[in-house]
């Protein structure tokens, strides 16, 4: 459910967990950590090299040409995909991938996307999202298709993936002009149910919807929450427009927060260079009404987190503000407690698909016209290698 004017995050596919109910003792107080603009300036800045080139999209391999996904399936083999109806599963050695199954659909007319896959013992279980709803495909280990059902759906905009083998479902549900809708983020008891545990509802209080239709003009820069889950099926979330990023426990009690980071604010640049890019990417651009009824909802500054990744040892990788005038992008890398380790920025073209502690895989442009996906690695000052 990509729609180029709707905020990544909220139709963001999911690759991330949930709670677990049950009783327990009272955990330790949170910790409350503020971190200041100028402190994150001031945090050291991670070295970065390039690592060994997994794939090139040069039209010979299954590399991702454009708004590629990943899943780390289990500790030998990882899933890659784009938006469109093309997956493929690897082993993943350090510097190869070999290629073990893949999947694409069927040729139909209009949308059709994969928003998750998981391992299913030796082999593999796949999302499927079209205009005509959702399936949910079991395929060999070598990416035969075993089975395919239409799994059932809860009124509101869905959204179907995986953490780790675990089912999960993202819905936004609206209930009028008067109130924000909310997002919600659900555990599921099995891959093809509508009920399980909610694990996350938060606003996104610039949407309103009723049921399915979303109602509301999005403004221009439109924050959403923003999630990610660890193996364990902890939570750490944001909601995006301002600085808190709180994590959760897998019984949902709250460990530690940050709070304090800010967004840039809004200027006539950031405005006239968002309309450029709404006119490439959309297949009809704007009418100046539609233009100017976003640009009249434009909050005073960018949303201050716009993504969030877990890592090796519960580390946390923040995204902040992607901001139109700007190349590039800041990330903050937290440790397991909260506490601010380091930052390090990535041209906004490159997309982190995999946070392996001292490496990342990304996919990201190279200096030709193809896209590739690669891991670069990181070390702080202390550690960086000598020229």
């Known amino acids: 459910m990509h729609h180029a004017v709707l905020p990544r995050c909220v139709s963001a596919l999911l690759i991330a967990g949930a709670v677990a109910c049950g009783d327990a003792a009272a955990p330790a107080a949170p910790a409350a950590i503020t971190l200041s603009d100028s402190a994150a300036a001031a945090l050291p800045t991670f070295y970065v090299t390039d690592g060994a080139r997994l794939c090139e999209a040069d039209g010979r391999t299954l590399c991702p040409v454009r708004d ?10 990882v899933a890659l995909w784009q938006a469109g109806g093309l997956a493929a599963w690897f082993t993943l050695g350090d510097s190869t991938l070999t290629q073990i199954g893949q999947f694409k659909s069927a040729e139909a007319d209009g949308y059709q996307t994969v928003t998750g896959i998981a391992a299913d013992g030796d082999g593999f279980r796949v999302f499927e999202a079209s205009f005509e709803g959702y399936r949910l495909l079991t395929f060999s280990a070598t990416g035969a298709l075993e089975s395919a059902m239409a799994p059932a759906l809860p009124e509101g905009t869905t959204t179907l993936g995986f953490v780790g083998n675990v089912p999960m479902m993202q819905v936004v549900r609206g209930r009028g002009d008067s109130v924000p809708a909310r997002l919600q983020l659900i555990r599921l008891r099995e891959a093809g149910d509508s ?38 099926l902890g939570l750490v979330w944001s909601p995006g427009d301002t600085g808190r990023i709180e994590r959760r426990d897998e019984r949902g009690r709250v460990l530690w927060t940050v709070s304090g980071l800010t967004g840039p604010a809004v200027d006539s640049g950031d405005v006239a260079a968002r309309r450029r890019e709404l006119d490439r990417s959309l297949a009809m651009p704007l009418t100046d009404e539609e233009f100017d009824r976003m640009s009249a909802r434009v909050a005073d500054r960018h949303g201050a987190v716009s993504g969030l990744l877990f890592g090796p040892g519960a580390q946390v990788l923040v995204a902040r503000s992607v ?13 397991a407690d909260g506490t601010p380790i380091g930052q390090v920025r990535l041209h906004k073209a490159v997309r982190v698909l995999l946070d392996e502690g001292d490496s990342l895989l990304v996919h990201r442009p190279t200096e030709g016209e193809t896209t590739e996906v690669r891991w670069i690695r990181l070390a702080l000052p202390s550690t960086a290698p000598a020229n």
């Open 195 to 232: 009920a399980g545990t909610v694990v996350l509802d938060a606003p996104i209080p610039w949407m309103r919807a009723i049921g399915t239709r979303i109602r509301a003009v999005p403004p221009l820069f439109a924050a959403a929450p923003v999630f990610t889950f660890d193996p364990a």
């Open 323 to 335: 901001v139109p005038v700007r190349d590039s992008v800041e990330w903050l890398r937290l440790a």
């Open 68 to 77: 590629a996904f990943a899943a780390r399936l289990d500790a030998r083999r």
